[in-house]
């Protein structure tokens, strides 16, 4: 597939219009999502009638997430208590999106509230991994990996609250970062006491994605958390030199549940891959294991549905339901410890990144995991529970607030399987360096089910 950058660099020299990438998109759409099912709100008879902005994506479709406002396209979040809600108003990230060219062709599936590690809610269905279909395309931007995976678009907007762009880039075979906290505006709305979530690309090529983080990036009036920004755009990294890295490799989880053992040897290849590349990879595991995480992790995650204006809580998922009452039943004080606690366990684990420039780890504890698994379990809290499984990397970035993306790097059983590299806090652009660098020795491309 020809990337977004270049199809933009088409519309521009008259090669091809934005009309004629919106129908070539829409036709691709209708043909994988009835068997994926990533697109649950189209607006097809709006993006064909819009005239894109003369932005880098002039002209470039665009699926955005169900759990971002989008000004007169429905906007469930996945739950039957917004089946039929119509926004009147963007999302800033959607604004500048649609700043940049981007044409907006619908919203793309998620769980209900995002609050799960799959794309899977009573609303909208489960949606499907193209590389089997058996299986989660995992995170609940699953179906703007699944779109991406499918060849139905080039790149599409996730967003990452615990592993959400990171789990799907892994599970489908992509690119994904999520930025740095304060990097992408929540505006209108905020992102919780930690800001634990941030919008971000799922993306076939690692340009794509630095140049989407450009025109999404940037500080919004009112915004608690903002980071510094870059001393150039993020598009010039890709392909510059990132010099001798020093890069701490670790299969150990912050999160401690099993790994497996094929999803490990992919982590030590990829430490084998670097080191040939002529970085300094050292075996070294931030002081980030505690069996307790998961648990005070919850004390926020549960506030994230008790949010939500919901009258009949009858309405909610189990689990939803479950974490929304026990939002509600947790005093101030528990939360305003949980808070404390988690700021002064990220501070103690980001000092690890004063001797190393980047740590790498497996993506995944798993292989995607099949559809229906984490909802096995009655208990929500056992389902909750099953999330930390399959994800046990990823939401200690969200806690600290650094940058990490995941990169393809292998693929087992028919599967593709992610590594993860962590950043300092704010340097995305040490990990567009390093991505693009792997890009080129391991290109990953010609591997998707639709090359």
């Known amino acids: 597939m020809i990337d977004a950058l270049e199809l933009a660099a088409q519309v521009r020299a008259g090669a091809v ?7 070539a998109a829409i036709g691709r759409i209708e043909a994988t999502n009835p068997g994926l099912n990533f697109l649950v709100t189209d ?130 075979g992509l690119f994904g970062i999520k930025p740095s906290r304060g ?18 690309p799922l993306s076939v090529t690692v340009r794509d994605a630095a140049a989407f983080l450009d025109v999404i990036a940037g500080y919004e009036p009112g915004d608690a958390h903002w980071a510094p920004p870059p001393p150039r755009p993020f598009l010039d990294e890709v392909g510059a030199d990132p010099g001798r890295l020093r890069i701490a490799f670790t299969a150990e989880p912050p999160i401690p549940y099993p790994v497996d053992d094929a999803v490990v040897a992919v982590a030590r290849d990829a430490a084998e891959a670097l080191a040939a590349l002529g970085h ?10 505690d069996a307790g995480l998961l648990d005070t ?24 339901r479950t974490l929304a009452a026990t939002a509600h039943d947790t005093s101030s004080v528990v939360f305003a410890q949980s808070v404390t606690s988690l700021q002064r366990f990220a501070r103690r684990i980001v000092a690890f990144w004063n001797d190393v420039d980047i740590v790498l780890t497996p993506g995944l504890a798993k292989l995607p995991v099949p559809i229906g698994w984490v909802f096995e379990p009655e208990d929500p809290w056992e389902q909750f529970d099953r999330g930390g499984e399959f994800t046990p990397f990823t939401p200690i970035v969200n806690v600290t607030g650094q940058p990490a993306a995941m990169v393809p790097f292998g693929i087992v059983d028919g599967l593709p399987v992610g590594v993860q590299l962590i950043g300092r806090p704010a340097d995305e652009a040490t990990l567009f360096r390093l991505a693009a660098q792997i890009e080129q020795a391991h290109p990953w491309a010609q591997h998707l089910p639709a090359s």
């Open 183 to 200: 990097r992408v505006s929540p505006a209108p709305f905020v992102s919780g006491s930690l800001e634990l979530s941030q919008s971000g």
């Open 297 to 320: 992790f919850a004390k926020l995650w549960q506030v994230g549905p008790a949010m939500y204006p919901v009258a009949d809580q009858e309405l909610l998922e189990p689990l939803n």
């Open 43 to 172: 607006c097809f008879e709006q993006a064909l009638a819009t005239e894109p902005s003369d932005g880098p994506f002039s002209g470039v479709p665009m699926l955005v997430k169900d759990l971002n406002e989008t000004a007169g396209v429905r906007t469930t979040f996945s739950s039957r208590a917004f089946s039929d809600y119509v926004p009147t108003t963007d999302a800033a990230v959607v604004r500048r999106m649609k700043d940049a060219g981007f044409v907006v062709l619908g919203k793309s599936n998620t769980p209900e509230f995002g609050s799960t590690c799959v794309t899977e809610s009573a609303l909208n269905g489960a949606c499907r991994n193209p590389w089997n279909t058996d299986r989660t395309p995992g995170g609940s931007s699953g179906g703007a990996g699944a779109a991406v995976a499918a060849g139905a678009l080039p790149l599409a907007h996730g967003s990452d609250g615990g592993g959400s762009i990171r789990i799907p880039a892994s599970c489908c």
């Open 280 to 289: 300094e990879v050292v075996e070294q595991t931030p002081p980030w294991v």
């Open 17 to 23: 219009s934005a009309r004629e990438l919106t129908e």
